[in-house]
């Protein structure tokens, strides 16, 4: 079996990889890899930024987790 085709880039490093969302760009995939994911905190989000590669979106929960924790 064949991974699916990438359908857009990383908001953050301009890698290629598949958004569930967009799917094939008529109709949604069944679910997304991102969804498997811990949520990314509101205070990490930008409003417009699009999809994170799995490392980007990774690494952004921990900096948010981090920065949490800190407070």
Not at 1 to 9: D, L, Q, R, S, Y
Not at 28 to 51: F, H, K, N
């Amino acid at each position: 079996m064949t991974a699916p085709a990438a359908n857009t880039v990383c908001a953050i490093c301009g890698a290629a990889l598949r958004c569930g969302a967009i799917g094939d760009g008529t109709q949604p995939d069944a679910t997304c890899w991102c969804m498997a994911e811990d949520a990314l905190p509101a205070s990490a989000r930008r409003p417009g930024q699009g999809c994170r590669c799995q490392r980007c979106l990774r690494e952004a929960i921990a900096h948010a987790r981090a920065a949490s924790e800190s407070d």
